[in-house]
Nanobody
């Protein structure tokens, strides 16, 4: 079993900052990539940022220059600066990982989500 536990969400004024954390635990052989996704009310879940095991990062155009993803072992962080009201959403952590040496064990795992609300 693999668990992803998120923390760091909350209410912040526009222009403010928040830092999200997500710790992966359980039976983990190796992590291929980790990332953050978000879902606003009435909208589909969308990619925010990802980081590979090699440290390569990818960001949604809407957050480039404002958000920074980083990773330390099995924990991924999302530093969010210059927050806007349109960043309001439930943020979900994702881990694409292997639970054994076999390639067939590769799959995605998701956290429970953490609410980020930006007031204007």
């Amino acid at each position: 079993q693999v668990q992803l536990v998120e923390s760091g969400g909350g209410l912040v004024q526009a222009g403010g900052s928040l830092r999200l954390s997500c710790a992966a635990s359980g039976i983990i052989f190796s992590i291929n990539a980790m990332g953050w996704y978000r879902q606003a009310p009435g909208k589909q879940r969308e990619l925010v940022a990802t980081i590979t095991s090699g440290g390569s990062t990818n960001y949604a155009d809407s957050v480039k220059g404002r958000f920074t993803i980083s990773r330390d072992k099995n924990t991924v962080y999302l530093q969010m600066n210059s927050l806007k009201s349109e960043d309001t959403a439930v943020y979900y952590c994702n881990a694409n990982l292997y639970t054994t040496w076999s390639r067939t064990s590769l799959r995605d795992y998701w956290g429970q989500g953490t609410q980020v609300t930006v007031s204007s």
